[in-house]
């Protein structure tokens, strides 16, 4: 008999890891550091807080040493799917050790301030 994964088997060495982030009225940009789980990042989501702006705002992920991890891509991309668990998440693949820089930027000031939250799908080890 072939060995299958349950649903607990398959989920029970994921890890979530969140920071909320937020661009000011006029503001062009903002950068946090977010902690990350040991492991290997397989999937990421942006959840807004409040209406989008209507130009392109891009979120790229970095090496606390400015190494690009995820290029900047318009956070339009990063919104959860329908689709049920991990699934659900634009799918990545990085290896996490530790802390990473995560940036909202636009090529232009936006006329309202937005609020959100990056959501990582951590592949523990343990």
Request: net charge negative.
């Amino acid at each position: 008999m072939q060995n299958q994964n349950t649903e607990k088997d398959i989920f029970k060495n994921i890890e979530y890891n969140s920071k909320d982030l937020s661009v000011e009225n006029d503001g062009f940009s903002t950068e946090e550091h977010v902690t990350l789980d040991i492991g290997k990042c397989v999937g990421i989501a942006f959840h807004n807080f409040s209406t989008l702006p209507l130009q392109n705002v891009n979120l790229s992920v970095e090496t606390t040493q400015g190494k690009p991890i995820l290029l900047p891509v318009d956070i339009r991309d990063y919104q959860k799917s329908n689709a049920p668990g991990i699934d659900a998440y634009k799918r990545v693949s990085f290896q996490t050790n530790g802390k990473v820089n995560v940036k909202l930027s636009s090529s232009e000031a936006l006329r309202s301030g937005f609020k959100g939250q990056v959501v990582f799908v951590i592949k523990t080890d343990e």
